[in-house]
């Protein structure tokens, strides 16, 4: 089965999750020929200060 983990900073609402999640679903099982009932989806909030790019923190 794959696994496709998205990591983000928090601030899609429950609805904006699922749209991705079914979107992401959708277009790996397209693009690989996969079944999409077989594909996992997880998404990771990860805190603007526990993110960094270019060497600072995001918040």
Same mark, same amino acid.
């Given at each position: 089965?794959?696994?496709?983990?998205?990591?983000?900073?928090?601030?899609?609402?429950?609805?904006?999750?699922?749209? #991705?999640?079914?979107?992401?679903?959708?277009?790996?099982?397209?693009?690989?020929?996969?079944?999409?009932?077989?594909?996992?989806?997880?998404?990771?909030?990860?805190?603007?200060?526990?993110?960094? #790019?270019?060497? #600072?923190?995001?918040?």
């Amino acid at each position: 089965m794959p696994l496709i983990q998205i990591s983000q900073t928090p601030g899609l609402t429950a609805e904006q999750k699922s749209a #991705v999640i079914a979107a992401v679903t959708e277009a790996y099982a397209e693009a690989a020929g996969k079944n999409p009932d077989k594909v996992w989806v997880t998404i990771t909030e990860v805190p603007g200060e526990n993110w960094g #790019v270019g060497g #600072v923190p995001l918040s």
